[in-house]
Each structure stands twice: as structure tokens, then as C-alpha cells.
């Protein structure tokens, strides 16, 4: 979906007080993934992107790491956990493929297959991280119904 059918789907379905808000939130979010170094936009849905978007603001938040950190080598424990969670989250709750989750963060699918069960396990044991991981999730689902919403 380009910038253009968005902003027509928010003229058609936002009343017109409304219709400044939502249009500067599509402009923001399209200038912010225009940027030459996020090459995965042109694949996910509108929906997708805000909800990456703002599960990255979420995860610089919780695990004080940023985008550049997830797509490095890293193997920083919270580096590591950031991007497993993150990982988790985008392919079980939001749908996106494997594949399309690896490329966000310059991995194979199979990575990404491993993230999710690493998360998983943190999640359902006990562990160092299962706290921020419960925290994550709960602002990643808040995200989900606010752009659900939307």
C-alpha cells in the first residue's frame, strides 16, 4: 500500500476533525521508513509497519537498545534478548513470515525460528529476562489494539 492509498483510506474513513492527526501519522510513519537503510517497507502492510514501528520505540524502551543493535552481530546477552522477543513478536502476533522477519533484522528464517522458540521458553520459565519479556509482550499487545483500532 503506497502512501497515497493511505492517506485516501484515512480521508474516507476518519470524520473530518480527525483526519489531521491520523494524516500526520501516515506522513511520519512514511518519512520514517523511507530512510535507505530500512529496505524491508515495500513488504509489509501499512498495519505492519506502524506496528514495527512503534515495537521498536518499545523495545529501545524496555531493553534500552536500538534498531541498529537488533540488525548487528551481536551476541550481548541484552542485545540478544531484545531482538528474540521482538523476533516473537512480529511473526506469532503480528503474522509476518519467517523470511520477512529474518530480512528486518539481516537473518535467515531459520534464526528467526530459533528466536521464537528461545522466547518462548524464557516466557513459560524461569529467567533473567522473563520480566521484561512479560513487560514487552504487554506493551507489544497494546500496540497491536491501538493500531487495530486505527
Keep these: 500500500m503506497t ?17 489531521t492527526e491520523a494524516l500526520a501519522i501516515v506522513l511520519q510513519k512514511a518519512e520514517m521508513f ?13 498495519r505492519q509497519s506502524l506496528v514495527l514501528s512503534e515495537a521498536l520505540e518499545l523495545t529501545f524502551k524496555i531493553f534500552k537498545v536500538n534498531y541498529d543493535h537488533l540488525k548487528s552481530k551481536s551476541r550481548k546477552r541484552p542485545i540478544v534478548a531484545a531482538r528474540h522477543i521482538l523476533m516473537y513478536c512480529l511473526h506469532s ?20 525460528i530459533y ?9 513459560s520459565g ?4 522473563k520480566e521484561k ?16 483500532a486505527r
Design 3 to 19: 502512501v497515497e492509498e493511505s492517506i485516501n483510506i484515512v480521508k474516507k474513513i476518519k470524520p473530518k476533525g480527525e483526519q
Design 34 to 46: 523511507s530512510e535507505e537503510n530500512i529496505k524491508w517497507d515495500n513488504n509489509l502492510t501499512i
Design 115 to 123: 528466536a521464537c522458540s528461545k522466547a518462548e521458553i524464557v516466557v
Design 93 to 112: 502476533k503480528v503474522g509476518i513470515t519467517l523470511e520477512m522477519v529474518g530480512s528486518i533484522f539481516n537473518r535467515e528464517h531459520s534464526t528467526v
Design 133 to 148: 519479556y512479560e513487560q514487552y509482550i504487554r506493551g507489544f499487545d497494546l500496540i497491536l489494539k491501538v493500531n487495530n
Design 126 to 129: 524461569k529467567d533473567l529476562y
